[in-house]
């Protein structure tokens, strides 16, 4: 079983920053990859960014150049997200992947205001 536990959401105005963090139970390095994921009202859940067991990283079209995942190469997942708009708005979600089984988190609110 993988635990995961999300903080640092809340509200911010938009062009603020927020860092998100992802503490997991084991360590990354057992996991295949880390992701986060976000799901706005009415709206189906999206990826946000990924990063893999190599440092490899994706992310949303919609969010590259301002958000950046990153992990303390020990238990941890970060997204710094910069610039937010309102849009950015969700419940943002980490996931993990190990052995083709997914775990996620219970979620954090990130709210933007305009």
């Known amino acids: 079983q993988v635990q995961l536990v999300e903080t640092g959401g809340g509200l911010v105005q938009a062009g603020g920053s927020l860092r998100l963090s992802c503490a997991a139970s084991?360590?990354?390095?057992?996991?295949?990859?880390m992701g986060w994921y976000r799901q706005a009202p009415g709206k189906q859940r999206e990826l946000v960014a990924v990063?893999?067991?190599?440092?490899?990283t994706n992310y949303a079209d919609s969010v590259k150049g301002r958000f950046t995942i990153s992990s303390d190469n020990a238990k941890t997942v970060y997204l710094q997200m910069n610039s937010l708009k309102p849009e950015d708005t969700a419940v943002y979600y980490c996931?993990?992947?190990?052995?083709?089984?997914?775990?996620w988190g219970q979620g954090t609110q990130v709210t933007v205001s305009s």
């Open positions: 084991v360590s990354i390095f057992t996991l295949n990859a």
């Open positions: 990063i893999s067991l190599g440092g490899n």
């Open positions: 996931k993990a992947r190990r052995s083709l089984r997914d775990y």
